[in-house]
């Protein structure tokens, strides 16, 4: 072991070793330290409590607690139809902009500016916009004499879950936009010459040559975005709160109400290394579904 630092061969590794230190003691050291504290009764009000050892206690009320599954159901739909939106105004976008010939390069930059933003900056914005009083949405809809009473948008169950989707599509749909610009830039144009040349029209084209070719990068950009949107904590908790009534609280949410309102650190540490294996889940079933969108590609060529 001595004679392989001394090596020319070890310099890479010694030239590495400080960021190798600041990654575990950054990273890996909490991730233990919390994964220990999930079987714990660790409750912050009570620091003696980190010593006692409860087994899958923690694990065991979690997956009997309806407020959990509630919230994970939450969570399964909010990312469902984001990422479906995200994807389908993304890809219609990308298509859009490919067609654009001059000025190609500043749209490219206008629609980064979205994805730009802090959520926190986003939900601001929004909980501004769609405020039942002073929001401009309410107040544009009671100019044009659309409304006679003000919407409460934040406040009813069903409009606040879809204003805060309304949110997200809008700061993050320039993620699957750019991503798809990207594969349609790279896409070779002979196969689409050689079918319309065939007499395919545009929507034969799309359907059997370009969205094919699109699908690996589709699969990439909702890998991405379903464990970013999984973990959705800033916009919800500025808008809403979780509320009303818990309609918008999901699974971030309900374990920071948990670990810092209840100060049941332990059972929220064991609720998130549960949404860590249903994110792994997520990204098996999308990695699975781009090594096959590959593999067609491949078979194809």
Request: net charge positive; charged share 10%; glycine share 6%.
């Amino acid at each position: 072991m001595i004679r392989f630092f001394k090596s020319p061969q070890a310099i890479p590794y010694l030239l590495l070793l400080p960021a190798i230190l600041v990654i575990l003691a950054v990273v890996l050291v909490p991730l233990l330290v919390s994964f220990y504290t999930s079987f714990t009764g660790y409750n912050l009000t009570k620091p003696a409590t980190l010593f006692q050892f409860v087994g899958f206690r923690n694990y065991e009320r979690i997956l009997t607690s309806p407020d959990f599954w509630w919230a994970f159901a939450r969570t399964v739909g909010f990312i469902t139809i984001a990422l479906n939106l995200e994807m389908a105004l993304g890809l219609g976008l990308a298509l859009l902009v490919n067609r654009i010939t001059f000025g190609q390069r500043t749209l490219r930059t206008i629609m980064m500016f979205p994805m730009m933003f802090s959520p926190i900056l986003v939900g601001f914005q929004f909980k501004y916009l769609f405020n039942d009083a002073v929001g401009l949405v309410n107040n544009a809809l009671f100019d044009l004499h659309i409304i006679t009473q003000p919407i409460p948008w934040l406040v009813d169950g069903t409009l606040a879950p879809l204003t805060i989707i309304l949110a997200e599509v809008w700061m993050s749909t320039s993620v699957f936009a750019i991503l798809l610009l990207a594969g349609l830039m790279a896409m070779p144009k002979d196969p689409v010459e050689a079918a319309k040349v065939d007499g395919c029209n545009p929507l034969q084209v799309f359907r059997h040559i370009t969205l094919p070719f699109l699908m690996p990068f589709i699969y990439i950009a909702t890998t991405i975005r379903s464990l970013d949107v999984a973990r959705a904590y800033d916009m919800v908790r500025i808008m809403t709160n979780g509320g009303p009534a818990g309609r918008t609280e999901l699974l971030w949410t309900l374990m920071t109400r948990i670990g810092y309102q209840n100060s049941q650190m332990g059972q929220a540490n064991a609720m998130g290394y549960v949404s860590i294996i249903l994110s792994i889940a997520f990204t098996v079933f999308y990695y699975r579904k781009l090594v096959g969108a590959r593999a067609f590609m491949g078979g194809a060529q």
